[in-house]
T-cell receptor, first 114, second 114 residues
Framework: DVKVTQSSRYLVKRTGEKVFLECVQDMDHENMFWYRQDPGLGLRLIYFSYDVKMKEKGDIPEGYSVSREKKERFSLILESASTNQTSMYLC?????????????FGSGTRLTVV | AQTVTQSQPEMSVQEAETVTLSCTYDTSESDYYLFWYKQPPSRQMILVIRQEAYKQQNATENRFSVNFQKAAKSFSLKISDSQLGDAAMYFCAYRSDNFNKFYFGSGTKLNVKP
């Protein structure tokens, strides 16, 4: 089974801290994604990556950055955490497009910024 | 950007009965894929069912089936013989044929009453 592992299930950080959310997949997938999930808003795409060292902005990239130095790892960075970034963060991966593949998701990181 | 709308924030169904969750989407594309994902309290997103837009036949997976109306841009999920384990958030998602980015609806929370 494809596994997408997010390093933390729960995280509490202080306002202004730099926060790293890590995601690792073990199926050699090219595509990786970071979403945030908020009640009533569903999942919104923050950033995605189609290849190593490649990144593209999603729909809500402000306040976030990403890093993909290795194919299996995709990190989401909150440069200076703010309370409005309190949310559930979901990582996902998939093979290349052009095929009707769904995502494989991680179990999510619930981040609280105080 | 494509939009996906789930107009039912929460629904309830009696165990063993049938329930239908609604989803509509907006797109100008002719080829695309539609998905239903389930997110139980464990937070792990699970693919329930997938529909290719070029297929007229509605997808079916055991107790789960869809009613895909391409002209109406509607993609509802029917759960038959509901079980307690079906209780979860359900998300409808859209994916372009040649682009692996997903758009998600806001979700429907399904409660199953014993």
């Amino acid at each position: 089974d494809v596994k997408v592992t997010q390093s933390s299930r729960y995280l509490v950080k202080r306002t202004g801290e730099k926060v790293f959310l890590e995601c690792v997949q073990d199926m050699d997938h090219e595509n990786m994604f970071w979403y945030r999930q908020d009640p009533g808003l569903g999942l919104r795409l923050i950033y995605f990556s189609y290849d190593v060292k490649m990144k593209e902005k999603g729909d809500i990239p402000e306040g976030y950055s990403v890093s993909r130095e290795k194919k299996e790892r995709f990190s989401l960075i909150l440069e200076s955490a703010s309370t409005n970034q309190t949310s559930m963060y979901l990582c996902a991966s998939s093979p290349p497009g052009g095929r009707p593949n769904g995502y494989t998701f991680g179990s999510g990181t619930r981040l609280t910024v105080v | 950007a494509q939009t996906v709308t789930q107009s039912q924030p929460e629904m309830s169904v009696q165990e063993a009965e049938t329930v239908t969750l609604s989803c509509t989407y907006d797109t100008s594309e002719s080829d695309y894929y539609l998905f239903w994902y389930k997110q139980p309290p464990s937070r792990q997103m699970i693919l329930v069912i997938r529909q290719e837009a070029y297929k007229q036949q509605n997808a079916t997976e055991n107790r789960f089936s869809v009613n895909f109306q391409k002209a109406a841009k509607s993609f509802s999920l029917k759960i038959s013989d509901s079980q307690l384990g079906d209780a979860a958030m359900y998300f409808c998602a859209y994916r372009s044929d040649n682009f692996n980015k997903f758009y998600f609806g806001s979700g429907t929370k399904l409660n199953v009453k014993p």
